[in-house]
T-cell receptor, first 114, second 111 residues
Framework: NAGVMQNPRHLVRRRGQEARLRCSPM?????VYWYRQLPEEGLKFMVY????????ESGMPKERFSAEFPKEGPSILRIQQVVRGDSAAYFC????????????FGQGTRLTVV | GENVEQHPSTLSVQEGDSAVIKCTYS??????FPWYKQELGKRPQLIID?????GEKKDQRIAVTLNKTAKHFSLHITETQPEDSAVYFC??????????FGPGTRLSVLP
């Protein structure tokens, strides 16, 4: 059973471009969470999704950021018109359906905006 | 919403000593409390967790305690080793909600 897979591992974008970050949850997991981490800082919640539903997007900026978790395929975090301040590590985690279930993290995507 | 505080922010111990990290949470509905270890440049890894129907759980050198009344939980690492050096995050969760993380504790184990 492969773990949570994120790609790409590293992504460089110029200011104004779009960044697409992908997260394939562990097999059997239907919940996905995205977190952002700046160097030397903690894990800041962005969005929580289940298949085809956004459950909580309270941590995600209203502009330029969007997320989806389609019925088929990985979850996508999309950042439009990136700015230097978007440079960070973006981690996703997945958990199975059911109460009090463990969440496991992917390797993260390190986004650098130049 | 849930708020998780974590102390201390940094902790240095001598190899072989014990380390204790404490977290408090605000939402009494939270019922699952995992701990993650993150080494530099790597993903957070789940090291131990505790559910609200249990007061203590132990796994070799690592233990976690939970006080639901006081809404706090703690991570205990005994016989610390240099490879325990990392940032540790606590989290609180209730089903159907996101995981809320504490700000982290940087543990340094000095040889």
């Amino acid at each position: 059973n492969a773990g949570v897979m994120q790609n790409p591992r590293h992504l460089v974008r110029r200011r104004g471009q779009e960044a697409r970050l992908r997260c394939s949850p562990m097999k059997g997991h239907s919940h996905v969470y995205w977190y952002r981490q700046l160097p030397e800082e903690g894990l800041k919640f962005m969005v929580y999704l289940q298949k085809e539903n956004i459950i909580d997007e309270s941590g995600m900026p209203k502009e330029r950021f969007s997320a989806e978790f389609p019925k088929e395929g990985p979850s996508i975090l999309r950042i439009q018109q990136v700015v230097r301040g978007d440079s960070a590590a973006y981690f996703c985690a997945s958990s199975p359906m059911g109460q009090q279930a463990e969440a496991f993290f992917g390797q993260g995507t390190r986004l650098t905006v130049v | 919403g849930e708020n998780v505080e974590q102390h201390p922010s940094t902790l240095s111990v001598q190899e072989g000593d014990s380390a204790v990290i404490k977290c408090t949470y605000s939402d009494s509905a939270s019922n699952y409390f995992p701990w993650y270890k993150q080494e530099l440049g790597k993903r957070p890894q789940l090291i131990i967790d505790i559910r609200s129907n249990v007061g203590e759980k132990k796994d070799q050198r690592i233990a976690v305690t939970l006080n639901k009344t006081a809404k706090h939980f703690s991570l205990h690492i005994t016989e610390t080793q240099p490879e325990d050096s990392a940032v540790y995050f606590c989290a609180a969760n209730n089903y159907g909600q996101n995981f809320v993380f504490g700000p982290g504790t940087r543990l340094s184990v000095l040889p």
